[in-house]
């Protein structure tokens, strides 16, 4: 079946613009993630669904990010008032039970530029 | 949150097994060990996860002490294509799973 999707692959915005970023996850996947990567840099965790549970958004930088899942299907990630240092790859992740010893999937990330 | 050390970077010779250590020394019993390397502009690639036991796939063997302090990723014959960043991670429980990266190991394979 098809993998984790991410749309858009690039996306180059002024700062002070408002960005949104969106995740396809595997079908059938309960849990979604989303990382940041700077570069040069690992990945940061930045939010985590699962199911209809609360998300952990104990990764989100500021409160100019936030992020939404409709069901147990599409993401979005949205930054407001981006700023340079929002400037990294965003990827998206989907696992079926968002357990630990459950395999996580990626996607091939979005590469954010802010100027 | 259990840490983990990678070497930053490697090199291996193009056929021969290359093998990444890994260090964990506060990983807790029921923390899974998970390996995914990363190669330029990808997102991350699964490549294996184990427990206590040894485990092996398609593309990688996992050596995991009796301990469980420490970890070593076996690609038996390394390619070309094996040249990338290898990220060891113990997968945090009672959080929903998520990942913790570390700045992980660059392998370089050479002709």
């Known amino acids: 079946g098809a993998g984790v999707s991410q749309s858009p692959s690039n996306k180059v915005t002024e700062k002070g613009k408002d960005v949104e970023l969106r995740c396809d996850p595997i079908?059938?996947?309960?849990?979604l993630y989303w990382y940041r990567q700077r570069l040069g840099q690992g990945l940061e965790f930045l939010i985590y669904?699962?199911?209809?549970?609360?998300?952990?958004k104990s990764g989100l930088p500021s409160d100019r990010f936030s992020a939404e899942r409709t069901g147990e299907s599409v993401s979005t990630l949205t930054i407001q008032r981006t700023q340079q240092e929002d400037s990294a790859v965003y990827l998206c992740?989907?696992?079926?039970?968002?357990?630990?010893?459950?395999?996580?999937?990626f996607g091939p990330g979005t590469r954010l530029t802010v100027l | 949150d259990a840490k983990t050390t990678q070497p930053p970077s490697m090199d291996c010779a193009e056929g021969r097994a290359a093998n990444l250590p890994c260090n964990h020394s506060?990983?807790?019993?029921?923390?899974?060990v998970y390996w995914y390397r990363q190669i330029h502009s990808q997102g991350p690639q699964y490549i294996i996860h184990?427990?206590?036991n040894n485990e092996t796939n398609e593309m990688a063997s996992l050596i995991i002490t009796e301990d469980r302090k420490s970890s070593t990723l076996i690609l038996p014959h390394a390619t070309l294509r094996d040249t990338a960043v290898y990220y060891c991670?113990?997968?945090?429980?009672?959080?929903?799973?998520?990942?913790?990266f570390g700045q992980g190991t660059e392998l370089s394979v050479k002709p």
């Open positions: 992740a989907s696992s079926l039970y968002g357990q630990a010893g459950d395999t996580q999937y």
């Open positions: 079908s059938g996947h309960t849990a």
């Open positions: 669904f699962q199911g209809n549970s609360a998300p952990d």
């Open positions: 506060t990983i807790s019993g029921n923390e899974y």
């Open positions: 184990g427990l206590k």
């Open positions: 991670i113990v997968r945090v429980q009672n959080q929903g799973g998520k990942l913790i």
